[in-house]
């Protein structure tokens, strides 16, 4: 059971707001001198370029979500022919283009980690507007489908959902709705976060079996969320931590999996952070991508500290990015991909220890 309340936004992809020159340098300059005073860190895992990987995916869509599973095969979802456009959804945040049916091409496909070859696919006919993807502990696939305006759980092999979260194409904050949501992060424990997302502003926290536990923010946190767009959990730190896009930052409020621990809320921003799309956390850091924002912010990946809530690295591909959308890094730390939404494409970083940041 789904509780939740409405808020509204303007949930059109992609949206830019305009900056102000000055107020920008004034910030950048301000954030600049407080990373000046934190301590270093121990240097992370840095991305380095898979040049030539992966092999050339015909009929690739918008690439909105990677995840790797348990054998270290990126998972990638995508939304072949359908893009998400200013003709997609009315004020009410309802689908225009049901009519048009789901997807029929497969819309998720598992490559070969080597050469970036389909190994398989499946998906057909089942979504209208792919978003988020994840992989559990237990290689259950996640995804969340902003159309549909619901949350499904797939396990190994199957194409039939065993868990769904939300109304079909119902729109909605209130006790069994979402409205587009755009992300799941699932703990070891089973317990499952989904962003939701675009209109609703907030983070639910259910059981493996779909009981909600918590709405995150709670009035008490004195939290507020802009489209909470990308979801990475640190366990060890019991913290979760969203792509707050809107207000360009990322935020990583305490998970609730360890009972009554003292964690104190974090809150990373930098002056050339923009709107963040993705981010994803190995080796007590957090690796995110932002999406165009302003002509003096750069679209690159960053690696975030939480300790010092402060960007310690900037980071991407020599061709540089344009507009990522994903990322997820694998199971053992040492392999990255993000995922674009156009150019449609995936990318393959190693994370390479021992490099200067």
């Known amino acids: 059971m789904l509780v939740g309340f409405v808020v509204t936004c303007d949930c059109r992809p992609g949206q830019i ?40 995916l015909p009929h690739l869509g918008q690439v909105t979500g990677v995840a790797v599973n348990s054998r270290g095969q990126p998972v990638v979802f995508h939304r072949g022919p359908r893009v998400w456009d200013a003709s997609c959804f009315n004020a009410s945040h309802d689908f225009q283009h049901v009519a048009e049916g789901p997807i029929a091409v497969s819309t998720v496909l598992t490559l ?4 970036g070859a389909v190994v398989s696919d499946w998906g057909s006919n089942l ?58 992060a699932v703990a070891t424990s089973g317990q499952v976060f989904v962003a ?21 923010p709670l009035p008490s946190e004195f939290l507020s969320l802009q489209v909470p767009h990308g979801l ?5 730190l019991d913290l979760l931590c969203i792509a707050d896009r809107e207000n360009m930052r990322v935020v990583c409020p305490r998970a609730g ?13 930098a002056p050339d952070l923009g709107r963040v799309f ?21 679209v690159r990946g960053f690696t975030l500290d939480p300790s010092s809530e402060t960007a310690i690295d900037r980071w991407g591909p020599s061709a540089g990015f344009h507009n990522p959308h994903g990322i997820a890094i694998c199971p053992n730390g040492t392999t990255m ?15 390479v220890s021992g490099e200067s940041v």
């Open 196 to 216: 939701d997302g675009y209109c609703n502003h907030r983070v639910l926290t259910f059981s493996q079996r779909g009981r909600l536990l918590r709405l995150i």
């Open 278 to 298: 993705g981010v994803a956390a190995a080796g007590g850091v957090v690796y995110a991508v932002n999406g165009p924002t302003s002509p003096q912010i750069p």
């Open 17 to 56: 707001g305009d900056l102000d020159d000055e107020f920008y340098l004034e910030v950048r300059d301000l954030l600049s001198k407080h990373a000046a005073h934190q301590a270093p860190v121990s240097a992370p895992r840095r991305p380095r370029e898979v040049v030539g990987w992966p092999r050339p």
């Open 337 to 351: 991909y993000v995922t674009e939404i156009g150019p449609n494409k995936v990318w393959k970083f190693s994370l």
């Open 127 to 184: 979504f209208y507007m792919p978003h988020g993807i994840t992989v559990d502990a237990e290689d259950n696939i996640w995804v969340t489908d902003v159309a549909l305006h619901q949350v499904f759980k797939f396990r190994p092999g199957e194409t039939r959902p065993a868990l769904t979260l939300g109304q079909r194409f119902r729109p909605g904050g209130g006790w069994t709705r979402l409205c587009q949501p755009t992300a799941v």
């Open 257 to 269: 999996l360890v009972p009554y621990a003292s964690v104190q809320p974090v809150s990373i921003q």
């Open 112 to 115: 070969d980690p080597e050469s």
């Open 232 to 236: 990475a959990l640190m366990e060890t």
